[in-house]
C-alpha cells in the first residue's frame, strides 16, 4: 500500500502508469544496402523563381502592403538513390519585422527509411501532435511496421523589451520529443504514441515571468482499427495527458509521486486528463452504408503538441448513406454534443447538427441536387439557473437547390447552372421570440452560363448572383455579374490569356449604396517546358453613389499588377553505367 498520498497524487501515478507502461521495447537490425549500387550515383534538380506585385489604392495602405517581393529555390540531391531535398523562402510581405522569413528543411529517404532535418512534421495522433517542428526525425515505414522519432523545437520564445509598449505577448521556448511504433494493415492496426514537452524557464526575460508561466506535458496516445468481418469496422482513437501549468510549483511530496520523478514531477499545479474517440462502420445489405462515432474531450484536456483544441465537451453523431434506383444519391447526417462534463460551469449548452442530401442524374444532360443543413443550440442549467428571458434557444436552417444542364453540338459546348439558398437564423425562446432582434434571413440565386466555342477553343462565362439579408431593421442587397474569357495559343498551348469585367451593387437599406466595377487581365507562357512566366493586372473602381450624400461617384482606385517567373532545371546528373 502506498503510504502519505493525497487524492491528487495518486490520480497522477496511475495516469504515469498507463503511460508508462505501454511503452514498446525496439531492436535496429542492419539497413539493407544491396540496391545502392543499381541506382544512379548523383541526380541534382530544383526549381528557382520569384513573385512580385504591386498596389496601389487611393484611400491607402492600411490593409496590403504597396510591393510584396518573394524569392524562392529549392534543390533536390539524389545520391545513390538516397533523396535529399533543400529549401529557400525570402519574403518581405511582413512590414512589422525588418528580418526575411527563412526556413531551411532537410528530408532524406532511402527506401522504406525517411529522415527530417529542419522545420519538418511527422504524423502523429491528432490528441498527440499535429504541429510542426524544428529538430531531427527518423521514420521507417513498411507495409505494416511504422516506427518513428523525433526531438526539436516546438515553437521559438517571443522575448520583447518589457518597457516597449508595442512589445509581442511573450511566449517560452517549448522543446519536445516523440515516439511513435505501429503495426498493421489499413484496417487491423494499432499504433502507440508518445510525446514530452516542456518550455525552457531562461528563454523569457524576468520581468514577464510573472506574467506567463512555463508548461510542461507528457501525452501517450493510442489509435487502432478493427474489422473482424468484410460489412464492419471499429475504429478508436485515445490519449492520456500528465500537465502542469506551472514548472515552479511545489513538486507533491509523497511515495506515490515519487516513483515517477525521473518522467515526470508531479506538482500542484499538474493534473491529469483523457480524451478519445470511437466509430463504427457498417455496410448493411441494399447498399446501405453508415457510421456511428462517440467523442469525449475531458475539462481542460491539454497537449502543448497540439493548436488549440476544444475541451470539456462529449458528442455522438451518425451518418448514412445509400443508392435508389442506381441514379437517386442519398445522405444523411445527425449528430449531438454537449459540454459542461463535470457540471462545474455556469451554464450547459447543447448542440444538434444534421443534414440531408440528394443528387440525381436525369438523362445525358440533366443534373439536380438539393440539400438541407441545420442546428440548433440550446442552454440549460449548470451551477446557476438559467433566466428564462435570457435563455438560449436558437435554430439556424438553410436549403439549396442546384440544377445543371449541359449539352453540346458541332460547334459549341453549352454549360447552365442555377443555385438557389434560403438561410434562416432564428430566436426560438418563447419569451424573446418576438421582440428578438438577432433573427436575420438570406436568400442568395446564382447563374451561370458557360459557352465552349469549340473552333476558336475559346471559353467565355457569364454569371450573374443577387442576395438579400433581413435583420431587425435592417435590409441588405447585393447584385454582381461578372464576363470572363480565356484562351490557350501556339502549337503546344502553352501561351494562356484570359480576362474578365465586372459590376457590383451593394446597398443597405436607408444607409448607404456603393457601386464597384472593374477589370483584370492575365497572361501566362511556358517556355521549353522549364521556364514558366506569368503576368496580370487589375483595376478597380468604387465608391458610394448615394445621391443623398455629399460623395457621390466613384473616386476611389485600387490598381494591382504582379510579375512571376519560375524554372525547374536539371543541374547535374551522373547516370549508372
Known amino acids: 500500500m502506498i503510504k502519505n498520498s493525497t487524492p491528487r497524487s495518486r490520480m497522477m501515478a496511475i495516469a504515469l502508469s498507463l503511460i508508462l507502461c505501454h511503452l514498446p521495447f525496439c531492436t535496429t537490425s542492419a539497413q539493407d544496402i544491396a540496391t545502392i549500387a543499381k541506382s544512379d550515383p548523383l541526380i541534382m534538380t530544383g526549381s528557382v523563381g520569384t513573385a512580385n506585385t504591386y498596389h496601389y489604392s487611393s484611400v491607402g495602405d492600411g490593409y496590403a502592403s504597396p510591393w510584396n517581393n518573394t524569392i524562392y529555390a529549392n534543390l533536390n540531391i539524389s545520391l545513390y538513390g538516397i533523396s535529399m531535398p533543400f529549401s529557400f523562402y525570402y519574403s518581405n510581405d511582413n512590414t512589422s519585422f525588418s528580418y526575411p522569413h527563412i526556413t531551411f528543411n532537410l528530408t532524406p529517404t532511402y527506401k522504406n527509411w525517411t529522415g527530417h532535418i529542419g522545420q519538418s512534421s511527422m504524423a502523429f495522433s491528432s490528441y498527440v501532435l499535429n504541429m510542426s517542428w524544428s529538430g531531427v526525425g527518423l521514420e521507417y515505414n513498411s507495409d505494416r511496421l ?16 518589457p518597457t516597449d509598449p508595442a512589445a509581442r505577448k511573450p511566449q517560452y521556448r517549448r522543446m519536445g520529443w516523440g515516439f511513435k511504433v505501429g503495426y498493421g494493415s489499413s484496417n487491423n492496426y494499432i499504433d502507440l504514441y508518445l510525446l514530452r514537452a516542456y518550455d525552457c524557464l531562461n528563454t523569457v526575460n524576468e520581468a514577464w515571468r510573472d506574467v506567463i508561466s512555463p508548461q510542461e506535458n507528457i501525452v501517450v496516445g493510442l489509435r487502432g482499427a478493427v474489422t473482424p468481418v468484410k460489412w464492419a469496422s471499429l475504429t478508436a482513437n485515445v490519449a492520456a495527458s500528465v500537465f502542469s501549468t506551472d514548472t515552479r510549483a511545489e513538486k507533491v511530496q509523497d511515495d506515490a509521486a515519487a516513483r515517477w520523478d525521473k518522467v515526470f514531477d ?30 469525449m474531450i475531458q475539462p481542460d484536456y491539454t497537449s502543448l503538441g497540439t493548436y488549440y483544441m476544444s475541451n470539456n465537451y462529449h458528442s455522438l453523431g451518425i451518418s448514412a448513406s445509400t443508392m435508389l434506383f442506381h ?17 462545474k460551469q455556469l451554464f450547459t449548452t447543447s448542440g444538434y447538427v444534421y443534414s440531408a442530401m440528394a443528387s440525381t442524374r436525369l438523362g445525358n ?38 440544377p445543371t444542364y ?33 433573427n436575420v434571413s438570406t436568400m442568395a440565386l446564382g447563374m451561370n452560363y458557360g ?23 435592417s435590409k441588405y442587397r447585393s447584385e454582381v455579374g461578372t464576363l470572363s474569357a480565356s484562351r490557350s495559343f501556339l502549337q503546344e498551348k ?19 449604396k456603393s457601386l464597384s466595377m472593374g477589370g483584370d487581365i492575365s497572361v501566362g507562357y511556358t517556355l521549353k517546358k522549364a521556364h514558366t512566366f506569368s503576368a496580370s493586372a487589375s483595376f478597380n473602381k468604387y465608391g458610394d453613389v448615394n445621391i443623398s450624400k455629399t460623395r457621390s461617384n466613384l473616386d476611389c482606385t485600387d490598381i494591382t499588377c504582379s510579375l512571376n517567373y519560375a524554372y525547374t532545371f536539371s543541374l547535374l546528373e551522373i547516370k549508372r553505367k
Not at 491529469?272 to 457498417?282: K, V, Y
Open 146 to 161: 511504422r516506427v518513428g522519432a523525433f526531438y526539436g523545437r516546438l515553437r521559438s520564445a517571443v522575448n520583447d523589451d
Open 266 to 295: 508531479v506538482r500542484y499545479s499538474s493534473m491529469a486528463r483523457f480524451a478519445g474517440d470511437a466509430t463504427l462502420n457498417l455496410h448493411l445489405p441494399g447498399g446501405i452504408n453508415t457510421s456511428v462515432c462517440y467523442r
Open 327 to 343: 441514379k437517386i444519391s442519398l445522405s444523411g447526417t445527425f449528430s449531438g454534443q454537449k459540454d459542461n462534463l463535470t457540471n
Open 365 to 402: 444532360h440533366f443534373n439536380l441536387s438539393a440539400s438541407y443543413n441545420g442546428y440548433t443550440q440550446k442552454q440549460s442549467d449548470g451551477t446557476a439557473k438559467v433566466n428564462d428571458s435570457t435563455r438560449v434557444n436558437r435554430q439556424l436552417n438553410s436549403f439549396s437547390l442546384t
Open 406 to 438: 449541359m449539352f453540346d453540338t458541332d460547334q459549341l459546348g453549352h454549360n447552365i447552372s442555377v443555385t438557389a439558398n434560403f438561410t434562416s437564423n432564428k430566436d426560438r425562446n418563447k419569451y424573446t421570440e418576438s421582440v428578438n432582434h438577432s
Open 451 to 473: 459557352l465552349h466555342v469549340k473552333p476558336w477553343e475559346t471559353d467565355f462565362s457569364l454569371s450573374f448572383s443577387h442576395q438579400q439579408t433581413k435583420g431587425y431593421r
Open 494 to 512: 502553352n501561351l494562356h490569356l484570359s480576362a474578365s469585367m465586372s459590376l457590383c451593387y451593394n446597398e443597405v437599406e436607408r444607409q448607404s
